[in-house]
């Protein structure tokens, strides 16, 4: 049976990983019989953390498929998505597209909830998904700004610039494809009059990473920042000559909405908690009796919080994905499918309190249901 990898052979994987050695680490895991989801490095972070930071790409997909989770925090908080965009923020254009392409696409596809997740400084991944397409963008303006470059530096450019277009257009309509996803499609000419010169694909692509930005709401916020704001207004207010109204700056949250977010933030890690138990409680082979508090509920508090665990985070999403998710939910909390999963697994003494909160669970999941189709 697979087991925990040892302090030694763990290091030997860190090191395959970083010198890009896959077969090496495939041949070193079956040697030792390695179970990599248990495998536990330094501050706290997994294989995946590794190959994340360094941005090999076929790493990821082999992780994956081995049950080492892209939902796993290291001891700062910090996803295997949050690395891998630290490091393509790091890179050049070119080399920052491959490793959006390889790594953070494959993580972000496994995990879509990470978009709400902060890093340790406060940015969330969707914010820093933001700045890795200006980033990739920037290349255009460099291209553009180099007039004077000869007829062959100026071919190289336009071939670079070539690649970027395709990578900037390609993550514009990942971006688009991910707020419709989550948000709803989202419909510019309801904000926007009609511009009489057509827009640019560069700037067209800028404004949607902005815009998109701006609904999920999640952009770092520092408290330095918050300070100096106050102290300016505080200043300007003591100047006295007829000063307008306090606007905030587009792009910086409140703390009102600092607050939503985190509260969604801590809704997301709830239910992913949830979801990673029910997982593991399935893959129990154990004929280990199961008591009330070893059911994986989502909440083990009231009804109300159990729906806030639920839904809590999906207040945006558009109806069509919402009432997919309540109809899973549906699904796995109905008296008879439950029953179908544990009748021979659940404590005897503990039977009637366990299926009294699977039928409450299913109901108000019903109700939930029911106020989607009316609204």
Same mark, same amino acid.
């Given at each position: 049976?697979?087991?925990? =990898?040892?302090?030694?052979?763990?290091?030997?994987?860190?090191?395959y990983?970083k010198k890009d050695?896959l077969?090496?680490f495939r041949?070193?895991?079956k040697?030792?019989?390695v179970?990599? +989801?248990? $495998?536990?490095?330094?501050?706290?972070?997994? /294989?995946?953390?590794?190959a994340a930071?360094h941005?090999c790409?076929h790493?990821?997909?082999?992780?994956?498929?081995h049950?080492?989770?892209? #939902?796993?925090?290291?001891n700062?908080?910090? /996803? =295997?998505?949050?690395?891998?965009?630290?490091r393509?923020?790091?890179l050049?254009?070119?080399?920052?597209?491959?490793?959006?392409?390889?790594?953070?696409v494959p993580?972000?596809?496994?995990?879509?909830?990470?978009l709400?997740?902060?890093?340790h400084r406060? $940015?969330?991944v +969707?914010?820093?998904?933001?700045?890795?397409?200006?980033?990739?963008?920037?290349?255009?303006e460099?291209?553009?700004?180099?007039?004077?470059s000869?007829?062959?530096?100026w071919?190289d450019s336009?071939?670079?610039? #070539?690649?970027?277009d395709?990578?900037?257009e390609?993550?514009?309509?990942?971006?688009e494809s991910?707020?419709?996803d989550?948000?709803?499609?989202y419909?510019?000419?309801?904000?926007?009059?009609?511009? #009489?010169?057509k827009e640019?694909?560069r700037?067209?692509?800028?404004?949607?990473?902005r815009?998109l930005h701006?609904r999920?709401k999640y952009?770092h916020?520092?408290?330095?920042?918050?300070?100096?704001?106050?102290k300016h207004s505080s200043?300007?207010h003591?100047?006295g000559a007829?000063q307008k109204?306090?606007? $905030?700056?587009?792009?910086?949250?409140?703390?009102?909405?600092?607050?939503?977010a985190?509260?969604?933030?801590s809704m997301a890690?709830?239910?992913?908690v949830y979801?990673?138990k029910?997982q593991?409680?399935l893959?129990?082979?154990?004929?280990r009796?199961l008591?009330?508090?070893d059911i =994986?509920?989502p909440?083990?508090?009231s009804?109300e919080h159990?729906m806030e665990?639920?839904?809590?985070d999906?207040?945006?999403w558009?109806?069509?994905?919402l009432k997919?998710?309540?109809?899973?939910?549906q699904?796995r909390?109905?008296p008879d499918?439950?029953?179908q999963?544990?009748?021979?697994?659940?404590?005897p003494?503990?039977y009637?309190?366990v299926?009294?909160r699977?039928?409450?669970?299913?109901?108000?999941?019903?109700?939930?249901s029911? +106020?989607? #189709?009316?609204g």
């Amino acid at each position: 049976m697979p087991r925990k =990898p040892t302090e030694k052979v763990a290091n030997k994987l860190v090191n395959y990983i970083k010198k890009d050695r896959l077969k090496k680490f495939r041949a070193c895991v079956k040697k030792y019989d390695v179970d990599l +989801s248990l $495998a536990t490095l330094t501050k706290g972070r997994t /294989l995946l953390h590794s190959a994340a930071k360094h941005g090999c790409g076929h790493f990821i997909g082999y992780l994956l498929t081995h049950g080492v989770l892209a #939902s796993q925090a290291d001891n700062k908080g910090d /996803l =295997p998505l949050h690395l891998s965009l630290d490091r393509a923020l790091q890179l050049e254009p070119d080399e920052a597209a491959e490793v959006y392409n390889n790594v953070v696409v494959p993580l972000l596809k496994n995990f879509p909830d990470a978009l709400y997740f902060c890093d340790h400084r406060g $940015a969330s991944v +969707s914010h820093l998904l933001a700045m890795l397409n200006r980033h990739i963008l920037s290349a255009n303006e460099l291209s553009d700004s180099d007039t004077d470059s000869s007829d062959s530096e100026w071919s190289d450019s336009v071939s670079s610039c #070539s690649s970027v277009d395709h990578f900037s257009e390609r993550l514009a309509r990942e971006f688009e494809s991910e707020s419709a996803d989550f948000f709803g499609r989202y419909n510019y000419n309801d904000d926007f009059t009609q511009e #009489s010169q057509k827009e640019s694909h560069r700037e067209w692509s800028e404004r949607m990473a902005r815009e998109l930005h701006g609904r999920h709401k999640y952009q770092h916020f520092s408290s330095q920042s918050e300070n100096r704001k106050r102290k300016h207004s505080s200043s300007d207010h003591k100047g006295g000559a007829q000063q307008k109204p306090h606007r $905030a700056k587009p792009g910086i949250n409140t703390k009102e909405e600092i607050n939503k977010a985190k509260s969604v933030q801590s809704m997301a890690k709830l239910r992913v908690v949830y979801e990673e138990k029910f997982q593991a409680i399935l893959k129990d082979r154990s004929e280990r009796k199961l008591s009330f508090g070893d059911i =994986p509920w989502p909440s083990k508090g009231s009804i109300e919080h159990i729906m806030e665990v639920l839904f809590g985070d999906k207040t945006t999403w558009n109806v069509p994905a919402l009432k997919k998710y309540v109809r899973e939910q549906q699904v796995r909390w109905h008296p008879d499918k439950f029953l179908q999963k544990f009748i021979d697994r659940i404590a005897p003494k503990s039977y009637g309190k366990v299926m009294e909160r699977v039928k409450e669970i299913s109901q108000a999941l019903n109700k939930k249901s029911e +106020s989607l #189709s009316a609204g």
